[in-house]
């Protein structure tokens, strides 16, 4: 049984418990960080020192922090086939889409995009901060964009591990209100990602609770 520590509308919470959905694997979720407090816990301090969600914890085995290392992890022990592969070479191309989408996809959305846009009052919007880094971010889905012309997943033809890190942002890319690039390929394979069940019940969620009282509620 697996264990895990993390609100579910964190988005490193989302990509993980997105692969456990994907996996198929039994787990119990325990709700930490932000309104739900128990990160300053010493309790939680011991599972991980940095005080961050999401932790994962299988059986008796010691806590696991770092959502990527987590990610690699389930899949070394649980993945199998096209997910994972076994073979060095298609594994690292896996391996390879799944840092570039934590390093240029993840990483610029969400704090310089969600934050900014869902999570702060509209008083206190930084417009042109904001158009710029959605400017930043769209110019980096440019990148799959153009692999998508050519097959249905980032990392090859199949659904694999690099989709997760990649695809667990799109939803609150397309849900909050901005002005967005026309990527339709991009577009057909967030669709894709909408008919997976782990993804609808793990990532396109309501984030109200993130919201400040006076949200952002018209395009930029």
Not at 118 to 140: G, K, M, S, Y
């Amino acid at each position: 049984m697996l264990t895990v520590w993390g609100r579910k509308t964190s988005s490193n919470v989302q990509a993980l418990m997105w692969c456990i959905g994907e996996l198929d694997l039994p787990y119990k979720r325990h709700d930490i960080g932000h309104r739900y407090g128990g990160t300053n816990t010493d309790e939680f301090y011991r599972l991980n020192p940095n005080r961050t969600v999401p932790v994962l914890q299988d059986g008796c085995n010691p806590p696991l922090w770092e959502t990527g290392a987590i990610l690699r992890y389930l899949a070394n022990r649980y993945a199998k086939g096209d997910f994972w592969p076994d073979d060095l070479l298609a594994r690292t191309e896996v391996d390879r889409w799944m840092e570039w989408s934590k390093l240029n996809v993840a990483l610029a959305f969400t704090a310089p995009i969600f934050w900014r846009v869902a999570r702060t009052p509209n008083e206190l919007h930084d417009i042109e901060a904001i158009r710029l880094a959605v400017e930043q971010f769209e110019n980096n889905l440019m990148i799959a964009e153009e692999i998508f012309t050519s097959r249905n997943y980032l990392a090859s033809e199949h659904f694999s591990l690099a989709d997760i890190q990649f695809g667990h942002v799109l939803y609150r890319y397309y849900d909050i209100d901005i002005k967005r690039k026309s990527m339709p390929y991009v577009e057909a394979y967030y669709k894709r990602l909408l008919n997976r069940p782990a993804y609808s019940e793990h990532v396109a969620i309501s984030y109200d609770e993130l919201r400040p009282s006076n949200a952002y509620s018209k395009p930029i």
